[in-house]
């Protein structure tokens, strides 16, 4: 399906955040504009206060925007690192439950699920974090059903474990709006021999999880 305006995505990044959660996500819209038969998505960097934000490996990004200055956005992702399960900025949680409210995809990249399950947005959801937060998902917020797999998209929220995985949940979603031949030029100017595929482990329950064993059962699925 083609879609015939842009798409706005607005990417928020939290001190601290992995690289990759932001650089694979944006090399996917760029070649979609690029191979699209028109710019199909406009993507927006957003901080907090609107300022700088440190990468994990010290890069700095300057910010389009700051939260204040959001006024429409049809997905917002939210790019974290180590310590997202600390992030409890109150500008950041009321505008978590105002896109909510508006309908707005809302989505987590590495840690970022942990924000967005601090605000209550993942409750009654599936969702998944990177493999070493996974025990805080599962322990902090019983309300959420966690899946050990690269993503997960459940109705309006998107959930990515980070690193290269982010960029197969993104050409999942391009794959919503563009045709293939547009996804199939995309993943040969990435140099990607095939899109990972998410494995179905079966959903536990939540009210008694052996963590560890989960995850170390649910590993093996991981990697195919």
């Known amino acids: 399906m083609q879609r015939t305006h842009p798409k706005h995505v607005t990417f928020l990044l939290i001190d601290d955040f ?83 409210a508006q309908r707005c995809v809302l989505g987590g990249v590495s840690t970022g699920a942990l924000i967005l399950a601090r605000a209550g947005l993942l409750n009654g959801y599936r969702a998944t974090v990177h493999w070493e937060s996974f025990t805080s998902l599962v322990e902090l917020y019983p309300g959420v059903t966690p899946v050990f797999q690269h993503y997960v998209r459940d109705r309006d929220r998107i959930t990515c474990s980070g690193g290269t995985s982010t960029i197969d949940l993104f050409l999942d979603l391009v794959s919503d709006d563009l045709d293939s031949e547009v996804l199939t030029r995309i993943t040969e100017q990435m140099q990607m021999d095939r899109q990972r595929r998410v494995c179905h482990e079966p959903e536990p329950q939540t009210s008694s999880i052996d963590t560890l064993g989960f995850a170390c059962r649910a590993f093996a699925c991981w990697q195919i």
């Open 18 to 100: 992995s690289i990759m959660g932001l650089s694979g996500p944006m090399e996917v819209y760029r070649h979609a504009n690029r191979f699209g038969p028109k710019a199909a998505y406009n993507t927006m960097i957003a901080s907090v206060d609107g300022t700088h934000v440190s990468a994990s490996n010290g890069l700095q990004i300057r910010a389009d925007l700051s939260l204040d200055a959001l006024e429409h956005t049809d997905v917002f992702v939210i790019v974290a690192g180590v310590g997202a399960e600390k992030v409890a900025d109150r500008k950041l949680l009321a505008t978590l439950q105002k896109l909510s």
